[in-house]
């Protein structure tokens, strides 16, 4: 009543004004809800109007400052915690924030300031918000905090960027995300080890083949949701997929390098990159799908291969899913190295499809016995994780969470052994015969 009480004295008002004045109050609010950056439709739909009011509010952003120190204030309705972090190659700054309900005037964060290129922002997850700045060159955070109401001014949050050299910025960076640091850290990690380790005789290289294990999602990337948000596909698939590496590295045949072994998150490219550092002899990335409520209903395992055109729509629309983790973690999709865009075309890309599609085909053979599978399992679509131009690569679709007896597999130990018994013979077969024609260089 008070809703409608109030909205009944801002009419009355309304009508003493200029009828173009009335026209601008009343699209205003309508072009505050296009931002720049925009989360999955699936994400963005996930609080509706009522739970939205529950959210804190960002009404205003702005950028002030030049090259060398650069302040970004974003105003709110109420307090909140967040955590900003940098990023390297290209340079970002990355704010994680609670779920808010960002209200900002049309065209904010398009055009920079300062050291800010742009800035963009967004849902990204259930309960979870994200502004991403693309900065001009490397920069630190000097400052950063969150500025109680006062003197008739809301609630702000504040960050506050210096322009530093790209030494200073890597060493701003957490160890793990310094792109020079990691081979010297590897090193020093492998020099303390030996230097506590008695002296023994150099142990010849470790050719045997590489299997890489890649568990989708990870970090601030849930992947898809069941049981009101408590069943993460990237939990799901980090279970499994450390479950199947010591299932096959029990055979002592095969050396089994994991893309992730904790809830961190990977962009896309990288993962791509591991395999080929590593010369893989297989790539499997293990995911679980998921259809959004009122798609219908769909059930069992399904194996991916790479395609430039998609097997049907379910494929091209999870592929489209998929390939989107990277703009949730705040990368940008353009940063695929050329490197990788120019091989595909040679012939090693295609004899690397003949094999994968071989090894989707054994797979199959091997899990249908144990699993349930898709009514058609075989599929293919433009999966950036599979693009790896020399590796024979396959992504596993476990089952659906949005599925009740898939979820109930899921999240069974039992299930879990069997799926990952009959996948580790498959990778086996498949091995052992391409080696056996090919040699063992591959």
Not at 202 to 230: E, W, Y
């Amino acid at each position: 009543m008070a809703s409608r009480a109030n909205h009944l004295v801002l009419l009355g008002c309304g009508l003493l004004c200029a009828a173009a004045l009335l026209c601008t109050q009343m699209t205003g609010p309508g072009a505050a809800q296009a931002p720049v950056y925009q989360a999955p439709a699936a994400q963005a739909a996930i609080a509706g109007p009522a739970a939205v009011s529950n959210f804190p509010i960002a009404s205003d952003a702005r950028l002030a400052g030049d090259a060398k120190q650069t302040r970004f204030i974003l105003d709110l309705d109420k307090a909140v915690q967040f955590r900003a972090f940098t990023l390297a190659d290209p340079y970002r700054v990355i704010v994680d924030l609670p779920q808010v309900s960002f209200q900002l005037p049309a065209g904010v964060g398009v055009a920079g300031r300062g050291l800010v290129k742009a800035f963009r922002y967004g849902l990204v997850m259930p309960g979870g918000s994200r502004i991403v700045f693309d900065l001009t060159g490397p920069a630190k955070i000097a400052k950063s905090y969150v500025l109680e109401a006062a003197n008739g001014q809301p609630p702000r949050l504040v960050l506050e960027f210096e322009q530093v050299d790209r030494t200073a910025f890597v060493q701003s960076l957490a160890p793990e995300s310094r792109p020079e640091l990691r081979p010297a850290i590897a090193e020093a990690n492998a020099a303390v080890a030996r230097a506590d380790a008695p002296a023994a005789p150099p142990s010849p290289p470790d050719k045997r083949p590489v299997v890489v294990i890649d568990p989708g999602h990870g970090g601030v990337d849930n992947g898809t949701q069941a049981g009101g948000g408590d069943i993460m596909e990237k939990n799901l698939v980090l279970g499994f997929g450390l479950a199947l590496r010591d299932r096959i590295e029990k055979s002592g045949k095969y050396r089994v390098v994991m893309t992730r072994t904790d809830d961190t998150f990977i962009p896309l490219g990288d993962r791509v990159k591991i395999a080929r550092n590593e010369s893989a002899a297989l790539f499997v990335s293990i995911h679980a799908d998921a259809l959004r409520r009122g798609e219908g209903d769909a059930q069992g395992a399904t194996i991916y291969t790479l395609s430039d055109k998609a097997s049907d729509s379910e494929a091209e629309r999870l592929a489209d899913t998929e390939n989107k983790s990277d703009a949730i973690g705040g990368v940008s999709l353009a940063d695929e190295p050329t490197e990788v865009a120019d091989i595909l075309i040679d012939l090693v890309q295609r004899e690397t499809k003949t094999f994968s599609n071989r090894f989707a085909r054994v797979l199959m053979g091997e899990m249908k016995s144990t699993v349930r599978m898709h009514k058609h399992p075989l599929k293919s679509a433009g999966f950036r994780v599979l693009k790896a131009p020399d590796v024979p690569s396959v992504l596993v679709e476990l089952g659906y969470v949005s599925n009740k007896g898939d979820l109930e597999h899921l999240v069974s130990e039992n299930w879990r052994n069997r799926t990952v018994g009959s996948m580790a013979q498959a990778i086996d077969a498949f091995l052992a015969k391409r080696l056996a024609t090919a040699g063992p260089g591959r």
